[in-house]
């Protein structure tokens, strides 16, 4: 079946650091790729999308790129601030009628004044 | 600002007793979704449903979890009767695609 591998966390950066969180994906067929954030005490947030091979999606400083050559969908931000600091997850959708988000299992990011 | 809401917010019950969740989605969205979030296992995903109707709830523990949808404005999750092994928060999305989830704040569940 569909699943996604995050990188191992916790990750701890200093502000303005640069970020790269990765995120590869097994699935059938063409899906569709997501991140999604959860600061503290709060609910995911959709953060980017991208649907097919080669779209890039941005968001808040954030990008990612769809590569289908090395299942990957690895999350970037130039410089990070301390309001960055949350909970990354990747998700992949197989986009069928009844399809459903597959997550990986979360990273923490901790970014330090 | 239309958001998705949860009660209660926060839970302490005894081993043994019946607990209920309850969602409201943003009005308009037609697929509910309820997820477990614990530190050991992560995010989970326990049932969803389209325009009402369950279309899959194969993570859920059927002898002790049930989930409903009474009306549109109304997504209900049960646990009868309820273990110390399902203390964890407790999360409600809704949208109107299956990636455009906009998720509740969740109810955080505490079996002692």
């Known amino acids: 079946g569909d699943s996604v591998t995050q990188m191992e966390g916790p990750v701890t950066l200093s502000e303005e650091a640069f970020l790269t969180i990765n995120c590869t994906y097994t699935?059938?067929?063409?899906?569709?790729l997501f991140w999604y954030v959860q600061y503290p005490g709060e609910g995911l947030q959709l953060l980017l999308k991208?649907?097919?091979?080669?779209d890039k999606g941005s968001n808040k400083g954030f990008e990612a790129t769809y590569r289908k050559e090395t299942t990957s969908f690895h999350l970037e931000k130039g410089s990070v601030q301390v309001s960055d600091s949350a909970v990354y997850f990747c998700?992949?959708?197989?986009?069928?009628?009844?399809?459903?988000?597959?997550f990986g299992k979360g990273i923490t990011l901790s970014v330090r004044p | 600002d239309a958001r998705v809401t949860q009660t209660p917010r926060h839970k302490v019950t005894e081993m043994g007793q019946e607990v209920t969740m309850r969602c409201q989605p943003i009005?308009?969205?037609?697929?509910v979704f309820w997820y477990r979030q614990t530190m050991m296992q992560g995010l989970e995903l326990l049932a969803y449903?389209?325009?009402?109707?369950?279309?899959?709830d194969s993570g859920m523990p059927k002898d002790r979890f049930s989930a409903e949808m009474p009306d549109a404005t109304l997504a209900t999750l049960k646990i009868q009767p309820s273990e110390p092994r399902d203390s964890a928060v407790y999360f409600c999305?809704?949208?109107?695609?299956?990636?455009?989830?906009?998720f509740g704040p969740g109810t955080r569940l505490t079996v002692t």
């Open positions: 999305a809704s949208g109107l695609e299956v990636y455009e989830q906009y």
């Open positions: 991208a649907t097919k091979a080669d």
């Open positions: 699935a059938t067929g063409y899906p569709s």
């Open positions: 009005l308009g969205h037609n697929t």
């Open positions: 449903f389209r325009n009402r109707a369950p279309l899959d």
């Open positions: 998700a992949l959708s197989d986009g069928g009628a009844n399809s459903k988000l597959t």
